[in-house]
């Protein structure tokens, strides 16, 4: 058993728990809002801190409990003679105070008090957010947004831990903890995409639009503002700009799943994925100065915020991707992961990216080697995206579609011949 605190830490402790029960009892006593909602107030929370902290510090477990049992029967006749109010909010933020102060005081848990002041500010602080939360919950959170969230979840908190640890079949290509990761990195672009177009909006123009479609899918987004350039032609250069900012956002989203999964190739890949969005962002910057007039805003549809059947798709992708760079790479040597990038990255840049970092930690091919393929898989992915420009499209938003892609990767294949 630790020894008893002296007196200056007594005084520390105890201060510390006074200063919980001022946070939490003056966000309670603010909460009352007329005669009808009277509950615990600012005084009842500093003694109720106060008590919890004495308990701490004499370290008796018979009086703790006494304690504890006598303020949760005192609260529990105070909600009972006030017929008007419903919920417990309070008595649980009462018992949670008590608890607060007595972690200020113990010695049985290291940097306690610390701990204690943390949480009562978590605690403040969604007790503060009360109507800000019922709103979010019964008016902006959608049934199925929040089944889907749920699902989401469940993908990283339930499935993930359960999978097989190790490297599988032929070639040890199938890690399942490795596969389940890339369907986690790219469900949850899609789901912050989804999130953020839909509390932000595409009211603020088709700049945000086109932020807003490169997070979520830049061939999503490219197809968007095709269809919306055929049908509006006099908003074809607004148009055209909203699609460049999109795919100029696609680059730092690959950097960060590089980052994620190896910060070697992440580094490697820096110069010339900064050179490409450089060269987005500037080409950008130059179509908005020679707008005369602002284009009609619009939005781009990214669906549901998560879909099972898609996050399977790309973990299957994803495995075949693996198993053809792994085979290419051991028996056909390091020209086989070029022509294998060329054909994967038309279809999805991420699933390359992860599959180059999972040969480069591997010791299967060389830095040079899996960045060049990176770039590689960029290039077949927008050539793709310009042909979809010219066929949702018309033939002048596909040429201006392709000329800006020529001028972001003419920035970043000059950086990379020069770095390598």
């Known amino acids: 058993m630790a020894p008893p605190p002296g007196?200056?830490?007594?005084?520390?402790?105890v201060a510390e728990a006074l200063l919980i029960g001022l946070l939490v009892g003056f966000e309670r006593e603010a909460s009352q809002v007329?005669?009808?909602d009277k509950h615990a107030g600012f005084r009842d929370f500093i003694?109720?801190?106060?008590?919890?902290?004495?308990?701490?510090?004499?370290?008796?477990p018979w009086l703790t409990g006494t304690a504890l049992a006598a303020i949760a029967l005192l609260l529990a006749v105070s909600h009972h003679h006030n017929v008007a109010r419903i919920g417990v909010t309070t008595e649980m933020a009462a018992v949670?105070?008590?608890?607060?102060?007595?972690?200020?005081?113990?010695?049985q848990v290291a940097d306690g008090a610390m701990l204690a002041i943390g949480l009562t500010i978590v605690i403040?602080?969604?007790?503060e957010a009360k109507r800000a939360m019922q709103k979010l919950v019964r008016?902006?959170?959608?049934?199925?947004?929040?089944?889907?969230t749920l699902r989401f979840l469940a993908i990283i908190f339930i499935i993930f831990p359960l999978l097989p640890a190790g490297d599988f079949g032929p070639y040890q290509f199938f890690s399942p903890h490795r596969v389940w990761l890339f369907v986690i990195l790219v469900s949850s672009i899609s789901y912050v995409g989804y999130f953020l177009q839909k509390f932000l909006g595409a009211g603020r123009g088709l700049t945000l639009a086109g932020v807003l479609g490169g997070i979520a899918s830049t061939t999503a987004a490219t197809t968007a503002f095709a269809k919306d350039a055929a049908e509006n032609p006099a908003n074809l250069k607004p148009l055209w700009?909203?699609?460049?900012?999109?795919?100029t956002v696609w680059f730092p989203r690959v950097l960060a799943i590089l980052f994620v999964m190896n910060p070697a190739l992440a580094m490697a890949s820096l110069a010339p994925l900064a050179a490409m969005t450089a060269a987005g962002l500037a080409l950008s910057f130059f179509l908005a100065r020679r707008e005369a007039q602002p284009g009609k805003e619009s939005s781009v549809p990214v669906g549901n915020p998560f879909r099972l059947a898609p996050a399977l798709k790309f973990g299957v992708l994803f495995t075949l991707i693996l198993l053809a760079g792994k085979a290419s790479a051991a028996e056909f040597g390091t020209d086989a992961i070029y022509w294998a990038s060329i054909i994967a990255g038309s279809f999805d840049v991420d699933a390359v990216a992860v599959t180059l970092c999972d040969l480069l930690g591997g010791n299967r091919t060389s830095l040079e080697v899996a960045?060049?393929?990176?770039?590689l898989a960029l290039a077949s992915n927008a050539v793709l995206k310009s042909a979809l420009a010219f066929y949702a499209g018309t033939r002048a938003f596909g040429w201006r579609v392709a000329a800006a892609f020529s001028v972001m990767f003419a920035a970043g294949a000059g950086v990379w011949l020069v770095r390598f």
């Open 7 to 13: 007196l200056p830490s007594a005084i520390q402790s």
């Open 34 to 36: 007329g005669e009808a």
């Open 47 to 60: 003694l109720i801190s106060l008590t919890g902290s004495m308990c701490g510090l004499l370290a008796l």
């Open 96 to 107: 949670a105070t008590f608890c607060l102060g007595y972690l200020t005081s113990t010695q």
């Open 124 to 127: 403040a602080a969604f007790l």
């Open 139 to 148: 008016e902006t959170i959608t049934e199925g947004e929040f089944r889907d």
């Open 241 to 247: 700009r909203a699609s460049t900012i999109a795919n």
């Open 371 to 375: 960045s060049a393929a990176l770039l």
